[in-house]
């Protein structure tokens, strides 16, 4: 909570700036234009996010009341805005969705902040030539929600300690700097949600981690 106060400010320095190229009457070709919108979309994301983890660190997990969605609708659109900054090192995103539409009882902000902890933590594993893929499937009743990837996996002495608070794992990441704090966040967000998480991995060949959901027994075919 302490560092996200302290963050507030030079986020809202960046939006300051952007809003000044924006106004100041200069001339943008199309492309850097285009850089500047996606440059104050993702000011805006990072502000929610902001906002979630502070509720969150204050314990008022429960204050948002649960909401019947599209679980598929979701995801496709979880796809189409992340799919630019994914791929902006060289990796590949990839979406895989079951037919019809598949409804969730949940809440879908959390579910997104445990989502794009789940796809960047796996982008930093993941080679510039590799693939990360968010599917879904229904087995078993459940709505099963994985993000896979062709990284550098996860040994298997390691792979039990994966969403503990601190660990890293640092081996075959590109990003050296991590907190330990993402799956971390992605096991509270789905402990408090009712949903279980869960991941398999083969050092050498990539990790696939697992969401099972409650889904409402209704389908759009």
């Known amino acids: 909570g302490s560092l996200i106060h302290d963050l507030k400010n030079p986020l809202a320095a960046v939006k300051s700036y952007a809003e ?7 001339a943008l070709d199309r492309e850097t234009a285009g850089y500047l919108d996606a440059l104050t979309d993702r000011d805006g994301a990072i502000e929610e996010r902001f ?31 992340n799919h630019p900054d994914m791929e902006l090192s060289g990796q590949s995103f990839r ?3 079951c037919p019809g539409e598949l409804f ?21 594993f993941t080679p510039r030539d590799g693939t990360v893929t968010l599917s879904l499937d229904e087995e078993n009743g459940m709505a099963v929600v994985r993000v896979s990837d062709t990284g550098s996996g996860i040994a298997p002495e390691d ?5 503990q608070k601190g660990y890293t794992g640092y081996n075959g990441r590109a990003d050296k700097k991590a907190s330990g704090l993402g799956l971390y966040l992605c096991r509270r967000i ?18 696939s981690i697992r969401i099972n959901l409650e889904r409402e027994q209704r389908w759009l075919e």
């Open 95 to 97: 979406l895989a969705l």
């Open 51 to 81: 906002s979630f983890l502070q509720s969150f660190s204050r314990g008022e997990r429960g204050a948002t009341a649960l909401q019947t969605f599209s679980l598929s609708r979701f995801l496709r659109e979880f796809y189409e805005d």
């Open 20 to 26: 000044l190229v924006r106004s100041g009457g200069v």
């Open 190 to 207: 789905c402990q408090n949600l009712g949903h279980t998480i869960s991941a398999q991995s083969v050092a050498g060949e990539g990790t």
């Open 159 to 163: 792979l039990p300690r994966i969403f």
């Open 104 to 124: 969730l009882r949940g809440d879908p902000e959390r579910l997104r902040a445990a989502l794009e902890n789940l796809c960047y933590n796996a982008l930093s």
